[in-house]
């Protein structure tokens, strides 16, 4: 998905637990807490930001449709 954003013309930045090591992952899998729910990529293209949920392999918010 970040490749065919950035083949678009956005700019893509990991967010989330995938970026996390897997202590804090692990932790989060165990808790209630809101870092949980972070997007996992972001992508901003111009004034745009978008928030990517790769679980459900679609946008949280903005304009990108997978």
């Known amino acids: 998905m970040a490749a065919a954003l950035r083949a678009r013309g956005w700019t893509v930045h990991p967010c989330g637990q ?23 990529p972001i992508a901003a293209h111009g004034n745009d930001l978008d928030t990517i949920d790769a679980e459900d392999r679609c946008v949280i918010s903005g304009s990108i449709a997978f």
């Open 18 to 40: 995938g970026i996390y090591p897997p202590a804090v992952r692990d932790a989060l899998r165990r808790t209630r807490s809101a870092l949980r729910h972070f997007p996992d």
